[in-house]
């Protein structure tokens, strides 16, 4: 069966990532298009760098196009971003962007794009999965054929939109002054041109790593981690540079590491950022978050005369709060962010460009606005942990979670128990543990964020210690 979770459909390559699966999911795309009436608009395919994606999203527009839907595919890989906007922009019904994001080497995916820009919501993706569970042919013309019709174009360089969306933004002049220089670590991933771009322009020195297209991701995982950056954070160091910055093999986490070589975590990067858009660029409005995600966010906001709303994990919920609320800044804690008037999904292009131009006004690094932020508001720090479990452990870990309902003995008095995902357990310090299975990966995973690491440590324990982990 082929499910999307909170971040599109992904599966390992050669075990359920295979061309069939991949031209079942576009002969749905296409039957769900013609049951919505939306085949009058081009569907834009882009990919990333990882093994296959070119391929499948080859394989997708040969069944696009053998189903009369005109595709608009891209001729180099491209940042999930760049396909959103491009959704966004050309008010485009669909979008199609192939990408396991994040997820280890051995992934690939589909993401799928709707109206505005947008992840396609709950309603969407089990639509979408009924019409693939129905299928008993597949229309599909090889690609070539696609072309010589002109159901198949290809766009060169569909950057120019999103770069000039951006820059029109920034404060250009500001970043011109300062003249950092950069060390840019894309993750042998798909986001390098349009930063490159971006701080060329603004008269930057940038230097990069990492920059080669490798399906193995070196080794790691392509996800912008204090772990994962370890590299790029020695580096900095070494050669005297300003300021590092990591993102993620799609283009939409972002990573931080300072002149010292410190790590600023998501969460400290959407405290910042949400810190300098209201008092600095005098942005007024709440801040959004999932329930994942530093509660530093609601003191800051608190302290501000504003709220954080706070929803579920997946970031449509945020794209969507952030309309409904007018809010400045929404984000999650494993580099996700996106800000007002921008895309409705997460994007590291515009929140790298955005931390760049933040520093060059302010005249301070990372660490030292956030030591400012710290001395205001009190120190959080968050722990996670992940838990690889078999198929048949997850019945037992969710019986007694959310059916039995049990909780662990806590060292702090709780304030709020909530099971709108997962089991989240807030306490009266503005601390909280949650403990949720993922939604793209077969992971259980527990977050905690205490005053210090030894208290979110001590919330992990005891989740630990009652399911027997």
């Known amino acids: 069966m082929i499910r999307f979770g909170t971040g599109g459909w992904r599966a390992e390559i050669g075990s359920e990532f295979v061309k069939e699966n991949i031209c079942r999911v576009g002969q749905g795309i296409c ?274 005369g504003e709220k954080c709303f706070e929803v579920p994990v997946g970031f449509k919920y945020i794209s969507s709060k952030i309309d409904e609320v007018d809010a400045i800044l929404g984000g999650e804690s494993s580099g996700g962010l996106t800000v007002r008037g921008h895309i409705h999904g997460k994007d590291s292009v515009y929140a790298a460009s955005l931390f760049v131009e933040m520093i060059c006004k302010t005249g301070k690094s990372p660490t030292e606005l956030l030591h400012e932020l710290q001395g205001k508001y009190g120190k959080f720090e968050m722990v996670e942990y992940n838990l690889a479990f078999a198929p048949e452990a997850k019945e037992e870990i969710v019986n007694t979670v959310m059916v039995e309902r049990k909780l662990p003995e806590f060292i702090k008095k709780t304030s709020m128990i909530s099971y709108e995902d997962g089991c989240k357990v807030y306490f009266e310090d503005d601390t909280f543990v949650i403990c949720r299975f993922s939604g793209t990966e077969p992971l259980l995973r527990i977050f905690a964020e205490g005053k210090n690491a030894e208290q979110a440590q001590s919330y992990i324990d005891a989740w630990k210690a009652m399911l027997n982990l």
């Open 31 to 304: 039957d769900l298009m013609a049951e919505e009436g939306k085949t009058g608009r081009p569907v834009i395919i882009g990919y990333d760098r990882r093994f296959l994606s070119r391929e499948a999203g080859e394989w997708l527009a040969e069944v696009l196009a053998g189903n009369g839907v005109e595709v608009i595919f891209l001729h180099r890989s491209a940042p999930t971003p760049l396909v959103m906007h491009t959704v966004k922009n050309q008010k485009l019904y669909y979008g199609i962007e192939v990408t396991a994001s994040h997820n280890p080497s051995i992934y690939n995916g589909i993401k799928l794009i709707v109206e505005e820009g947008r992840d396609a919501n709950v309603e969407t993706t089990s639509l979408l999965e009924e019409k693939i569970a129905e299928i008993s042919h597949i229309a599909s013309i090889p690609f070539e054929d696609g072309l010589k019709k002109g159901l198949i174009q290809y766009w060169e360089n569909p950057f120019n939109d999103f770069l000039d969306d951006i820059i029109d933004v920034l404060d250009m002049e500001a970043i011109r002054k300062r003249g950092l220089r950069i060390l840019f670590d894309p993750m042998h991933g798909s986001a390098t041109y349009p930063l490159m771009v971006i701080f060329y322009t603004a008269r930057c020195t940038l230097d990069i790593i990492h920059n080669d297209k490798d399906a193995y991701f070196g080794g790691m995982m392509p996800a912008p981690t204090e772990n994962t950056l370890q590299d790029l954070a020695a580096r900095v160091v070494a050669g005297g540079y300003d300021l590092g910055i990591g993102v993620d093999g799609d283009g939409d986490r972002l990573g931080i590491i300072d002149r010292n070589g410190n790590y600023i975590s998501a969460n400290e990067i959407l405290v910042l950022l949400y810190y300098y858009l209201h008092e600095y660029k005098g942005w007024k409005g709440p801040v959004v978050r999932n329930l994942a995600t530093t509660h530093m966010l609601d003191v800051v906001a608190k302290s501000l």
